[in-house]
């Protein structure tokens, strides 16, 4: 699946590759208006999931409904919002996102009690976005014992959801590491380094490297 940044000014859960392609971003005029201009029509060419990531702020802004409607219109399959804390989705927002069809992608750390997972499980409808470690997104060369042992931890739960391991998958070590424990891994520092060095003709090359 692909996920589209919507950029905003305060990310708080970005390091700095992903907090200066979003500084970019604005520098160059990127909106929510123009972003959704820009996907109107993406469903003529691409068939693969779409989520959108971005902050709340910018949600709010533009209405949540107005949001989550457009989302639909547009043929985007949910969102990852790290800054909407679990009880207030589930109590204010939930109801408007399945009423667009989204799925709503809630974030667990290390840090997160099993409590709160089977929280987090019992009102998700996708899948879970298992971060690696209590830090920001950025490229690592491994994972240790102590992100192994929550892996297996998390993978011991056997949670209804699937889950999805991001921050710090850089290469095909993450990648293997993260995929054992998980259904799959999600990437995005070392891909926006890449398109910055390379360009977006060699992306195939990136994704082989990743895999293999």
Known sequence: MIEIGLPFSDPLADGPTIQQSSTAALKNGMTTEVL??????????????????????????????????KCQEI?????????????????EYQAI???????????ITPQTSDERIRYIDSVSNGFIYMVSSASTTGAQSGFGNEQ?????????????????????????????QATQYAKGAIIGSAFVKHVTKNGVDTLGDFTKSILH
Do not use: W
Request: aromatic content about 14%; charged content about 20%; some cysteine.
């Open 36 to 69: 959704f201009n820009q996907l109107a029509t993406i469903r003529e060419t691409v068939s693969i999931p779409l989520i959108i990531m971005g902050y709340f702020n910018p949600m709010l802004q533009y209405g949540v409904e107005d949001f989550c409607k």
């Open 75 to 91: 043929g985007i399959d949910g969102l990852i919002i790290p800054d909407l804390p679990v009880d207030v989705y589930h109590e």
């Open 97 to 107: 996102f399945e009423k667009y069809d989204l799925i709503n992608v809630l974030l």
């Open 148 to 176: 192994t042992a929550y892996f297996e931890r998390i993978a011991k739960m056997d949670l209804k959801n699937p889950q999805v391991i991001g921050f710090g998958i850089s290469n095909n070590e993450t990648f293997t």
